[in-house]
């Protein structure tokens, strides 16, 4: 029996074989939007999302350190993301959401919460704070919290939140109580994306604390081939088992490998497969989770081969 469940995490709709399930990502971080697809769950990122700020400047997020625009190195964002109480955003968002719904295994949020540390200070962020009576802090808490309820009330099928790995700050930087979203969450993902894994350590060390704070079962995510990648750039399938079997150890619930598509995922099978030498090697780093991401391998021989 298997504890442990392995994901494809792709931007194209196709399913790799070899895994439990399939994650696909119906609207990315750019704001492009492809259909949902019935037996793949949907990854929707909610506030980051370039086509809204581009229609509506006034919706980007702001903050005493400039607003939340691609290219604004204060902050660890690679896109324009849109103030978390923009009501309209937040509704046709919850309108989508609950559509994907319908047409897919569930949804996984990203980019649910606040941008980062500092943000939103638009007229529309103050005036709620001041009426709210509350910190500042606690706030942006209660925005977020009170639209994962909303979100909750659409989602009829699976809901899980994907955090960035930050596990001591995230109330901080992006109003995330980690508690109030176990209310509504089936799960937890956490994203570890890296373009490599060179000290494994850290991203086990990682995973152990995630799985200490989150009171709902917790997968992780790792990176492996992303659009427009090249070869070079991309962690080896060496990185990938050696950090797969030190996470898998700590206690978590599920590894997702992120890839453009489904051929990639066949490239990663076909290279983890041929690492014979590494795979027994690893044997001896733990009980049974790590023989299921081995057996997991194991597994991928005849689909490679
Ligand atoms: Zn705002």
């Known amino acids: 029996m298997c504890d442990l469940k392995f994901g494809a995490y792709v931007y194209e709709p196709e399913k790799a074989e070899g895994f439990d399930f399939h994650v696909l990502r119906v609207k990315v971080e750019t704001g492009a ?57 937040r509704g046709e968002q919850l309108d ?52 994962i309820a909303q979100v909750r009330e659409r989602v009829k099928k699976e809901l899980v939140m994907c955090i960035q790995p930050d596990p001591v700050t995230s109330y901080e930087r992006y109003g995330v109580d980690f508690g109030d979203l176990a209310k509504y969450a089936d799960a937890f993902n956490v994203v570890m994306f890296s373009k490599n894994y060179a000290t494994p350590w850290y991203w086990e060390m990682l995973a152990r604390g995630f799985k200490t704070l989150l009171k709902k079962p917790v997968y992780i995510s790792l990176y492996v081939f992303g659009p427009g990648d090249n070869v070079i750039n991309v962690p080896s399938a060496s990185e990938l088992l050696t950090v797969s079997v030190r996470c898998a150890r700590t206690g978590i619930d599920g590894i997702l490998y992120l890839t453009s598509g489904a051929s990639q995922i066949r490239d990663f099978q076909k290279a983890a497969v041929d690492k014979v030498e590494l795979r027994e090697r690893l044997k001896s780093y733990g009980s049974q989770p790590v023989q299921e991401v081995l057996d997991l391998v194991k597994s991928w021989e005849k689909i490679v081969g």
């Open 33 to 89: 939007r492809i259909p949902p697809v019935q037996d793949m769950h949907s990854n929707i990122a909610v506030f980051a999302d370039n086509v809204a700020a581009r229609s509506h400047p006034d919706w980007i997020s702001q903050s005493p350190l400039g607003p939340a625009r691609m290219g604004n190195s204060n902050f660890n964002i690679y896109w324009d993301v849109v103030c978390a109480t923009q009501p309209e955003h």
């Open 96 to 147: 989508y959401i609950e559509d994907v719904d319908r047409h897919s295994r569930g949804v996984w949020l990203n980019s649910q919460f606040f941008a980062d540390h500092g943000h939103c200070t638009c007229p529309r962020c103050n005036e709620l704070w001041m009426k709210s009576g509350l910190s500042w802090l606690e706030w942006r808490r209660k925005e977020v919290t009170n639209y």
